[in-house]
Antibody, heavy 122, light 112 residues
Framework: QVQLVQSGAEVKKPGASVKVSCKAS????????ISWVRQAPGQGLEWMGW????????NYAQKLQGRVTMTTDTSTSTAYMELRSLRSDDTAVYYC???????????????WGKGTTVTVSS | QSVLTQPPSVSGAPGQRVTISCTGS?????????VHWYQQLPGTAPKLLIY???NRPSGVPDRFSGSKSGTSASLAITGLQAEDEADYYC????????????FGTGTKVTVL
């Protein structure tokens, strides 16, 4: 079955970096994109960005530009999201999701990982 | 801050019909971009509920329906059931800010 398996919880100090992985299985990895979404405690969903697993093209949320990098490893069907210069307000559950695209600006997230909790605390 | 606005909460008795609005602008829903809806049960990851404004993925009950008009979209739940108690989010694309995905502010549905 189609699934996305994410790496385990992380605890980081302010100023550090974190890299979350998302391993895909059950489908052709390069036929879809991967979106990253985060959710701070008690808050709503926040779109972080997207990467094409086909060619590596990315589109990041403007507020995270310069701090976030999304990559893929097609040999292992794994996507990665690295966030640098962590702050306390980066504490959140980070989700990866398979993105089905049917035109520019037309896409939805049809399969989600279970989430990775990242805690930023001194 | 989200560019798609939803009511913080809606409630209804079992069997009733509730609707959730998602209000955008001319750079997202009003520009013709589709709206999709996700259900998030407590402590779990979001799940796709409606795609392309009004389409249900396989396995989603037909009690859930979606629509879009102008700069807004709506999710309706008919025959409300206890297991529908969850948070619901709309999602679209916004052509401003170099183009990005956007989520609604989220709505908590409570079954009385």
């Amino acid at each position: 079955q189609v699934q996305l398996v994410q790496s385990g919880a992380e605890v980081k100090k302010p100023g550090a970096s974190v890299k979350v992985s998302c391993k895909a299985s059950g489908y052709t990895f390069t036929s879809y994109g991967i979106s990253w979404v985060r959710q701070a405690p008690g808050q709503g969903l926040e779109w972080m960005g997207w990467i094409s697993a086909y060619n590596g093209n990315t589109n990041y949320a403007q507020k995270l530009q310069g701090r976030v990098t999304m990559t893929t490893d097609t040999s292992t069907s794994t996507a990665y999201m690295e966030l640098r210069s962590l702050r306390s307000d980066d504490t959140a559950v980070y989700y990866c999701a398979r993105e089905y695209s049917y035109g520019y600006g037309f896409y939805y997230m049809d399969v989600w990982g279970k989430g990775t909790t990242v805690t930023v605390s001194s | 801050q989200s560019v798609l606005t939803q009511p913080p909460s809606v409630s209804g008795a079992p069997g009733q019909r509730v609707t959730i609005s998602c209000t955008g602008s001319s750079s997202n829903i009003g520009a013709g971009y589709d709206v999709h809806w996700y259900q998030q049960l407590p402590g779990t990851a979001p799940k796709l509920l409606i795609y392309g404004n009004s389409n249900r993925p396989s396995g989603v009950p037909d009690r859930f329906s979606g629509s879009k008009s102008g700069t807004s979209a709506s999710l309706a739940i008919t025959g409300l059931q206890a297991e529908d108690e969850a948070d619901y989010y709309c999602q679209s694309y916004d052509s401003s800010l170099s183009g990005s995905g956007v989520f609604g502010t989220g709505t908590k549905v409570t079954v009385l």
